[in-house]
């Protein structure tokens, strides 16, 4: 694999950490006391999940397909639990949570992929959703194990034949294309159809009136 894994027992943050370390790095946090989830949100990280963020080089205008390969790449890893994805890469198990992803680019031509997976316990306490973990059925070395190998897969079909494989396994896991959906944006709140995948990996939502609405960011909630 094109991994170089540092492994530490806490930190603040893996993807602040992550920063400061060049492309291909895997930083790996047995805890943290600052994680964060989407818009800023507090992440609980307590011993005994897995919390890693991997430097990826940014790919230009293509950069936000990674969020897409990131959440495959998860799902992938962790298809013997019967997982399946929510727009764009929660893996939700029981149609709960159970691994969170946050990209974040930097200035220098970087992208940090920050992965949290709950393996032995999951978060109860101010949660925009229900979650879930597995249990302790695996450890949490053979977790960060199965991803990382995963993600390596991945990247290699994604820069070989495009988006086009990516989307079509995110759509063999996919949950909620097809269905009702609540679409929650910073400044408003939508309803509507799922109707599908754009190419460039956008929920298009058609609006009770019949509009179509593509959506590139926000929170998706299954009706």
Same mark, same amino acid.
């Given at each position: 694999?094109?991994?170089?894994?540092?492994?530490?027992?806490?930190?603040?943050?893996?993807?602040?950490?992550?920063?400061? /370390?060049?492309?291909?790095?895997?930083?790996? &946090?047995?805890?943290?006391?600052?994680?964060?989830?989407?818009?800023?949100?507090?992440?609980?990280?307590?011993? *005994?999940?897995?919390?890693?963020?991997?430097?990826?080089?940014?790919?230009?205008?293509?950069?936000?397909?990674?969020?897409?390969?990131?959440?495959?790449?998860?799902?992938?890893?962790?298809?013997? /639990?019967?997982?399946?994805?929510?727009?764009?890469?929660?893996?939700?198990?029981? $149609?709960?949570?159970?691994? $969170?992803?946050?990209?974040?680019?930097?200035?220098?031509?970087?992208?940090? &992929? *920050?992965?949290?997976?709950?393996?032995?316990?999951?978060?109860?306490?101010?949660?925009?959703?229900?979650? &879930?973990?597995?249990?302790?059925?695996?450890?949490?070395?053979?977790?960060?194990?199965?991803?990382?190998?995963?993600?390596?897969?991945?990247?290699?079909? /994604?820069?070989?034949? $495009?988006?086009?494989?990516?989307?079509?396994?995110?759509?063999?896991?996919?949950? *909620?294309?097809?269905?009702?959906?609540?679409?929650?944006?910073?400044?408003?709140?939508?309803?509507?159809? /799922?109707?599908?995948?754009?190419?460039?990996? &956008?929920?298009?939502?058609?609006?009770?009136?019949?509009?179509?609405?593509?959506?590139?960011?926000?929170?998706?909630?299954?009706?």
């Amino acid at each position: 694999m094109r991994w170089r894994i540092r492994h530490f027992d806490r930190l603040e943050s893996t993807s602040q950490t992550a920063k400061d /370390f060049p492309v291909n790095s895997v930083i790996i &946090a047995d805890s943290q006391s600052g994680g964060r989830g989407r818009y800023g949100r507090t992440w609980e990280s307590p011993k *005994g999940n897995l919390y890693v963020s991997v430097v990826l080089t940014d790919y230009g205008y293509q950069t936000p397909l990674l969020a897409f390969v990131v959440g495959v790449s998860v799902a992938e890893a962790l298809s013997d /639990f019967d997982v399946c994805l929510k727009w764009p890469n929660d893996v939700l198990k029981d $149609g709960k949570k159970l691994a $969170g992803i946050l990209l974040e680019r930097t200035d220098d031509g970087r992208v940090i &992929a *920050g992965i949290g997976v709950n393996v032995a316990s999951h978060p109860t306490r101010n949660m925009m959703y229900e979650t &879930a973990s597995l249990e302790g059925r695996i450890s949490v070395d053979e977790t960060a194990d199965r991803v990382l190998m995963s993600l390596d897969k991945m990247l290699c079909l /994604f820069e070989t034949d $495009g988006f086009l494989p990516i989307y079509r396994l995110w759509m063999d896991r996919a949950t *909620g294309v097809g269905g009702p959906v609540t679409v929650r944006l910073p400044n408003r709140q939508m309803q509507g159809i /799922f109707k599908e995948l754009s190419p460039d990996g &956008a929920l298009v939502l058609e609006l009770p009136d019949k509009t179509i609405q593509k959506i590139t960011a926000g929170d998706v909630f299954l009706i």
